[in-house]
Each structure stands twice: as structure tokens, then as C-alpha cells.
């Protein structure tokens, strides 16, 4: 079963009076699950996609379907319900909140988007914590961790809600080498610890080299894909 | 709500400094606004005071039309007997009336034998003046007696007269007037003390008894030129004199023309555009604390959606509903206002204590009285002030507050 389709999704921005387009007649499937990357150059189209899935973007054309969610039709406020129920997020640049402490940090899609009691969040956080090897670093903020560390406080903060999706943008390209490396295998087992389909974003070949399933995108076409129903082989 | 505002009082702390100046600034109007309240209202409490206590009394009835002469102190205007008796029927009468005093107001020629001047007189029951405006008896130097303010035959001078004729107590004098007929009487009064200097209408009139002044005037039956009312609670003059009017002005003459006209002190001294100028004065401070509150809660709470752009992008990423977006925000202008007024409240209800104990001189009017101001503020004033500063603040976040609520996630995202 497919978690996420595209169906033949164009995006075009429009920048003064110049149309560019990120997307062009994309098509592909992500089988649920699955440890999926979205590979190619700068420019290529990764990110829209990625934007696309997370309902942060619309497509110009064609459709986006997340877990059975045409999710291009939700407007702001559906949308933000969507994300806050299905997906979690990793960003490059970790996106933490500067003033809350590793734990509120991973607590606060429970506290402030789910509106979950007290009670039901601390196993919960303390669980997806100890997965990460954080429990000892949750009293910290952010600014007392290192990159590395950032990164797998977001990666507990993306799992913390049992989404069905985690959409990662270039989640390691602050990273150095052996990081990028740990933080990979650290999203792997916890795809397999908790069931959760990974989708990211990389340009990077050895970060490439974990995924199950890769698309390759360039210039906003889908040139290459291992998924289920991908696009142009 | 708590998670909101905790999180919102954690955004704060972010910018110790930025937050610290904005409260103080906020905390600093809040108090100007405390200690003028109290200083003002002080002052137009001692003012009213002085006029109402010393002079005037609270209300005055005058024969209708009397009042529109009042500057010539007119002869022929004045209530009768019969009038008197039937007001002070009614006076008696009415529930919150604590004393009245009847009053024959007239000009005279005062001479110390050497020296010829015009003086303006009260013809006064001592006892029930004394009544009416309590402070009326301060006012006196030199004073013959302790317990009475003057006996029959004597005469209280107004200070400028007396010192510059050099007339003291127990000297005596000459008055003589005319009466409404034209004729000239002339009696001669020992001075039982000298009348301070005071603002206002009457503020620089001599005393003399009552029953004197009919003599003086040749008045067959006696007359009067005003009775001063005093209330019992200052704060339900406007109800007590309401009910009064309603009683007075049906009431005619033998001609069928309205027999009483009746003027709150209000009404009879321009010193109440002092009080009125005082009250807007506070509507101005208070305006000028609401705009330094607005631009200072909007300027840090624009600053601060500025330099969070992506931050908000992430809440936003992460299905953070725009309307909790908002209310972060709301709630960060909501605590930064509530932490200002209560430690302005705190530091101007302080202030304000010292100054009461330690007591502030203002010298006011010309004849550069003295008053010793008491400020204080009522606690609504302080709760008001507070929860103007509140709202105010509350309002001005609701701008950015907005703006944050409507960013584009995707946008906040890419924003440097």
C-alpha cells in the first residue's frame, strides 16, 4: 500500500515575469514503510516535493495524495491539522526551539498540537528520548548540544506523535561525515522501532546508500525512480 | 491557556534586556500616571475643600434672579421672611441636609476713623454658619473668642482691609450702608478678628451677626440674600440638590413667578474649571501612558515576529494551528502589559505612600494659599490603570500577533 502518490504534480513559481518550474509531471508512489530518499542536485526539485507530501506547498497541477489525503485541496487550517496528526518534521538546520529544554522540546507537538494531558506525554516523550539516546541530555536547550545531538532531538520530536510519515529535508547537510552517518542509521531503527515511513531529502551519496527506495530528481523531472509505480525508470 | 503563557513568558525571558526596558518603560508611565492621579485629585479635593468648607458651603438658594446680580450684592432681590421660613421648612426637612445658614450679603463703607474704604459683608448666624462651612473659623487670626466665631456688635474684617488700614482686633470701626430705599445708616462694631484671604467668590468678604446687619440696613422684617446648604456626604450633593430643585422650582411667588433659583458651588465659583481642567489633564496622561504602552509593545512585538520567522515557519511546519500562533503571541504582549502595570502599580502606590508621609506643599491662587496635599488613589483607579495598560497591551499585539498567524510556513521556512 502506498502512502504517498504523486500524480503527474507540476509546480510552477513565478518569479517577476519569469514562470519556473520545480516540478514537472511528476508521478511516483512511496509504499508505507518505507526508507525512501529523494535524491539530486540543488535546484532538482527535492525540496517542493518534500513540501508537496508535508502540505506545506500546493501543486500547480496534478495530484498529491498522502495516506489517502488529496492533501493539494486542504486549506491552511485543514492542512495544519493534517500535519499535526500525520507527519513529523526533521530540518536541516534541526529547528529547534531556542528556549525549551530537550524534553519540552520533544514534548511540545504533544502539548501545544495535540492538546495531549500531562499523564499520557511524559512515557511517551521519555520513550522516543530513550530511543535517541537523549534521556541524559533532556534537561539541556539546545544551545548546550551539539549538531549531531540537534539532530536527534528533532528525530524525537518528529517520532513523538507516532506520525505515519517523517519528511526529512537534507537532515544531515550540517552534519559532518560520521554524524550524517550515525544520524542515518539512527532514523533507520527508528523506522523499524516504530513503523514510520521516511521520506528525505540528500545530495549526498552516502547518506543515499541507506535508502530502500530512492527517486532521482533533476531540474524538476523525475529521471530515475526505485519506489512502487515510480515515474520514468 | 497556562502551556501558552508559559511558553509565552519563556519568549520573553529570550530578550532579558529588551524585555526588562519595555516593562520598565511600561512599569514608569503606570506609576507617572499613579502619582498624578493622586496628586491631582488631591489637590481639586483641597481646593473643593477650601471653597466648599471655608466659603461657600456645598449648595446655596437665592431669590430667583438674585444670582444674575450677584456681583452688586442687590438689595432688592432677596427671599423674604416668609420665604425664608417656608425654605427653611423644606431644608429641615430633606434627608442628607446636614446645616444651612442663612446670609444678608451687602456692600458698606468701613471707616477707622482715619481712613474710609467699601467692604463687602456677610450678615451671619454664627452658629449655624459655623455649621455650614466648618473651616470658616481657621480662617481666622487674632480671633476675640475661641468658641464663637463673632457676638453681636462686633465684626470680622477681611486681612487685606485690616492691614492696610491697620486695623487689629478689638479696634474700633464704622460701617455704614445703604438700604434698599436709598437711606444711609451707620453703626459702629468692635473688630473680633481678622478673615484670611481666600480664592474665590466671598474669599475677601468681612463678617458681621445677622441680626446686626438688618439693623443696619433698616429692614422692617429681616431678609435674606442666600442661604448656604451643606450636605451630608459630599458624594451625594448632586442627588440631594436634584431633589431639592424638583421641590423649589414648582414654587411661585404672589405674582406666579418662580420664588427660589438653587446653584451648586459648581455653579458659583470659576475655580471649577481649575477641578475640570485637572480631570482633563488625567484624561491626558492617561493617553499619553496608552501610547507609550501601544508603540512600545508593538515595536518588541513586532522585533520579536521579525526575528522568528523561522521559528514560526516550524511551529507552523509542525501543524501548530494559526490561531495558537496567534495567541502565543497575544499572550507574550499580554504578560509583557500585566508585568509593567503590576510593578508600576507597586512603585507609584509607593511613591504615593511616601509623599503622604512626608506631606507636599502647593501654593495656589492669589492669595498665595498653602494647601498640604494628602495624594492617595482609590483602588479602582490603580485596577483601571492597570487594565488599560492590559488591554492596550493585548491590542497591540494583536497586529503582529496576526501577521505571525498568516505567515506562509513554507516562506517562514526559507526566511534568513
Sequence with gaps: MDIVIFDDVSKIYRTGEVDV?????????????????LVGPSGSGKTTALNMIGCLDRPSAGEVTVAGEQVGRLDRRQGAAFRGRN????????????????????EYPLLMIRDMPGKQRKPLVERVLAAVGMTDQSHKVPAQ?????????????????????????EPTANLDGQTAQ????????????????????THDPRVMEQAEVMFHLNDGSLIEGSGSGGGEP | MIKIMRLALKNLLRYKRRTLLT??????????????????????????????????????????????????????????????????????????????SPRIRFGAMLSNYAQTTNVRLNGIDPAREIAAVPLLASRIQEAAHTDILLKPGEVLLPEVLARGMEIKTGDTIVLVANNKDGSVNGMTFQVAGVVENLMGPGGRDGYLHIDDAAVLLRMETKEISEVAVRVEN???????????????????NPQNKPLFELHTWDQL???????????????????????????????????????????????????????????????????????????GAVFGTGMLWILNLTGVDIVFGGANQVFTLAPAIAPGEVISACLIVVGVSILASLQPAAKAARLEPVEALRHV
Design chain 1, 87 to 106: 507527519l513529523g518534521f526533521v530540518f536541516q538546520d534541526f529547528n529547534l526551539l531556542p528556549v525549551l529544554t530537550v524534553f519540552e522540546n520533544v
Design chain 2, 269 to 343: 465659583t470659576p475655580f471649577y474649571n481649575v477641578v475640570r481642567m485637572i480631570d482633563v489633564m488625567t484624561l491626558g496622561v492617561r493617553a499619553i501612558l496608552i501610547a507609550v504602552v501601544l508603540i512600545s509593545v508593538l515595536n518588541v512585538m513586532m522585533m520579536s515576529v521579525y526575528e522568528r520567522v523561522r521559528e514560526i515557519g516550524t511551529l507552523a511546519a509542525m501543524g501548530t494551528p494559526p490561531g495558537r500562533i496567534m495567541a502565543l503571541f497575544v499572550a507574550e504582549g499580554f504578560s509583557l502589559g500585566l508585568a509593567g502595570a503590576l510593578a
Design chain 2, 234 to 252: 459630599f458624594e451625594h450633593l448632586d442627588a440631594v440638590a436634584g431633589r431639592l430643585r424638583s421641590v423649589l422650582e414648582p414654587m411661585t
Design chain 1, 145 to 169: 548540544l551539539s549538531g549531531g545531538q540537534k539532530q536527534r532531538v528533532a528525530i524525537a520530536r518528529a517520532l513523538v506523535g507516532n506520525p505515519l510519515l517523517v519528511l526529512a529535508d
Design chain 2, 23 to 100: 516593562g520598565l518603560l511600561i512599569a514608569v508611565g503606570v506609576m507617572a500616571v499613579i502619582v498624578f492621579v493622586g496628586m491631582s485629585s488631591a489637590f481639586k479635593q483641597a481646593i473643593v475643600g477650601q471653597i466648599t468648607d471655608a466659603s461657600l458651603s456645598h449648595f446655596q438658594v437665592h431669590r430667583k434672579g438674585y444670582l444674575a446680580s450677584i456681583d452688586n450684592l442687590p438689595l432688592d432681590r432677596m427671599l423674604t421672611a416668609a420665604a425664608f421660613e417656608k425654605l427653611s421648612g423644606i431644608l429641615d426637612g430633606t434627608k442628607g441636609v446636614t446645616a444651612f
Design chain 1, 182 to 201: 550515525r544520524v542515518m542509521v539512527l532514523m533507520k531503527r527508528m523506522r523499524d522501532e516504530f513503523g514510520t515511513t521516511f521520506v528525505f531529502s
Design chain 1, 21 to 37: 518550474a520545480a516540478l514537472r509531471n511528476v508521478t511516483l508512489r512511496i509504499p508505507r514503510g518505507a526508507f525512501t530518499a
